[in-house]
């Protein structure tokens, strides 16, 4: 719920921006804190940005610590309240079982940051404290993370906090009927069993109450360090850190360069990525129906989705998993571990690729908004699916498509508002003129309309008919 409220902060008041949202009310976060940016394996998904214990001058050799000018001012006032409200029947075919969902569910998130201060170093004086200072490349964090790849060091140069005590309240209502082989429902519901048809609701209310100067938010200058300890600071936000290496770097999965045009760009993503699809396409039939009902299920709860992730991120590592150190229901958990029950079904030969395939699909999701990933989640059907990917072969080709063309069909009006819905919450125009369907995708920073059309890629693909 903290996370949650800080990533709507965020998103507000400098979306595309610099500053990151904190994730756990358990991360303190002062000035000079270094943190480490993990880039992630596809080149479109966000980094991650881990806190440490220590500041920058726990790092440095020698006994005078830096002690930079800071500048603190009123930021904001600040209070926000979110909410949705979904409604909508789902009818999915599986090889082995059918299953209708209908759900109205409703959520408010209410934010009361009031009064936020901004603290920050002074960059100048910092660069001049900085002058001659090295990093003890013996420390073990430094040691620790300089062997792991794709690591970076940050330390804060600047954080928001609140002012005085403040709150965060979350009210959920949810309610659905359920008809069919299912064994659960509703995505936040542990341990409720349906027979043929059945309903379920539950509602709850948590107030979380925030200390004063409490970190909310915090932007990095990252270090580009030298082998022997010296380091300097990018100042600009195209400049990144690193740790100088005596080979190449190790890159990132994606297109390098950049393309004449947002269509060309999408294009090239995704036939790099076309061998994942056309694996997951060439499953067995009942194993592509088992993922995609697994998948479906899971993509009710986006921590769920979450988890699932790092889970795959995990094994992608070659790290074997613990479901317990997930932070899940039991009932996601169950969802989970039937993929992975899939995955090794797979075989040794496929297991790897395949496992990628999924990292892939699952990644995207993971970097989607909530409301995207929920209209998602309800178009998750066998004929609507190969709409949604001929809808995406129109983004990435000439933007136009006839009404009448073979696979639209499915688009009914209902389903046609919720697409609609779907696509400009991944910043694609998606629009109806007379009798032709035009898309055009918005230049907005970001990658969302990319892991739209992965998701969408990689769901079609376990929806192909043999």
Same mark, same amino acid.
């Given at each position: 719920m903290?996370?949650t409220?800080?990533r709507n902060?965020?998103?507000?008041?400098?979306?595309? #921006?610099?500053?990151?949202?904190v994730?756990s009310l358990n991360d303190?976060?002062?000035?000079?804190?270094v943190?480490v940016?993990?880039?992630?394996?596809?080149?479109?998904?966000?980094?991650k940005?881990v806190p440490?214990d220590f500041n920058?001058?726990d790092?440095?050799?020698?006994?005078t610590?830096i002690?930079?000018?800071?500048?603190?001012t009123?930021?904001?006032?600040?209070?926000g309240?979110?909410?949705?409200?979904?409604?909508?029947?789902? =009818?999915s075919?599986?090889v082995?079982s059918s299953v !209708?969902?209908?759900g109205?569910d409703?959520?408010?998130?209410q934010l009361?940051?009031? !009064?936020l201060?901004?603290?920050e170093?002074?960059?100048?004086k910092l660069?001049?404290d900085?002058?001659d200072?090295v990093?003890?490349?013996s420390?073990?964090?430094v040691?620790?993370?300089?062997?792991?790849?794709r690591r970076v060091?940050?330390?804060?140069?600047?954080?928001?906090?609140?002012?005085q *005590?403040c709150s965060v309240i979350e009210e959920v209502q949810k309610g659905?009927e359920c008809g069919?082989g299912?064994?659960l429902c509703g *995505?936040?519901?542990?341990?409720v069993?349906?027979k043929?048809?059945g309903?379920?609701s539950?509602?709850?209310?948590?107030n979380?109450?925030i200390?004063? /100067?409490?970190?909310?938010?915090?932007?990095?200058?990252?270090?580009?360090i030298?082998?022997d300890g010296?380091?300097?600071?990018?100042?600009?936000s195209d400049?990144?850190g690193?740790?100088?290496v005596?080979g190449p770097?190790? #890159?990132l999965f994606?297109v390098? #360069?950049?393309?004449a045009?947002?269509?060309?760009?999408?294009?090239?993503?995704?036939?790099?990525l076309?061998?994942?699809?056309?694996?997951?396409s060439?499953?067995?039939a009942?194993?592509?129906?088992?993922?995609?009902?697994?998948i479906?299920?899971?993509m009710?709860d986006?921590?769920?989705v979450s988890?699932?992730?790092?889970v795959?991120?995990?094994?992608?590592?070659d790290?074997i998993p613990?479901l !317990?150190d997930?932070?899940a229901?039991?009932s996601?958990k169950?969802?989970i571990q039937?993929?992975?029950?899939l995955l090794?079904e !797979?075989?040794q030969?496929?297991s790897?690729p395949?496992l990628?395939a999924l /990292?892939?699909?699952?990644?995207?999701?993971d970097e989607?908004k909530n409301?995207?990933l =929920?209209?998602?989640?309800?178009?998750c059907r066998?004929?609507?699916?190969?709409?949604?990917?001929?809808l995406v072969?129109?983004?990435?080709?000439?933007g136009?498509?006839?009404r009448g063309?073979?696979?639209?069909?499915?688009?009914?009006e209902?389903v046609y508002?919720k697409t609609?819905?779907?696509f400009a919450?991944?910043?694609?125009?998606l629009?109806r003129?007379?009798d032709?369907v035009?898309?055009?995708?918005? /230049?907005? *920073?970001g990658?969302?309309?990319?892991?739209?059309?992965?998701a969408v890629?990689?769901l079609?693909s376990l929806a192909?008919?043999?």
């Open positions: 903290f996370a409220a800080t902060f965020v998103d507000e008041v400098d979306r595309g #921006g610099l500053l990151i949202p994730s303190t976060i002062a000035l000079l804190t943190v940016k993990r880039k992630r394996f596809w080149v479109w998904q966000k980094p940005y440490t920058l001058n790092l440095l050799t020698g006994d610590p002690k930079p000018g800071v500048i603190e009123d930021f904001i006032k600040y209070n309240t979110y909410g949705d409200k979904i409604q909508g029947t789902v =009818a075919q599986f082995h !209708s969902l209908e109205k409703s959520s408010k998130l009361s940051f009031d !009064s201060k901004k603290e170093v002074d960059v100048q660069l001049l900085s002058k200072r990093l003890d490349m420390h073990c964090l040691q620790q993370t300089k062997q792991k790849h060091f940050g330390i804060v140069k600047e954080r928001i906090v609140t002012a *005590p659905g069919g299912l064994s *995505p936040k519901s542990p341990k069993a349906l043929e048809n309903s379920l539950k509602d709850s209310n948590i979380m109450e200390p004063v /100067h409490t970190t909310i938010a915090y932007a990095l200058l990252e270090l580009e030298k082998q010296r380091y300097e600071l990018c100042l600009l400049t990144d690193g740790f100088e005596d770097k190790e #890159g994606g390098i #360069g950049a393309p045009s947002e269509n060309d760009h999408l294009r090239q993503e995704l036939e790099q076309s061998d994942h699809f056309q694996l997951l060439a499953l067995p009942t194993t592509r129906s088992s993922l995609l009902q697994q479906t299920n899971v009710k986006r921590g769920a988890s699932l992730q790092h795959l991120d995990q094994m992608r590592l790290k613990s !317990s997930v932070t229901t039991d996601q169950q969802n039937a993929i992975l029950d090794e !797979s075989g030969e496929k790897k395949l990628t /990292h892939l699909i699952i990644s995207a999701m989607m409301d995207c =929920a209209v998602l989640g309800m178009c066998l004929t609507v699916l190969p709409a949604l990917e001929l072969q129109c983004v990435t080709g000439k136009e498509l006839p063309s073979a696979g639209l069909a499915a688009l009914t209902d508002e609609e819905h779907l919450s991944s910043n694609v125009s629009t003129d007379g032709t035009k898309t055009y995708i918005n /230049h907005v *920073p990658n969302l309309a990319l892991v739209l059309c992965i890629r990689g079609a192909h008919s043999d």
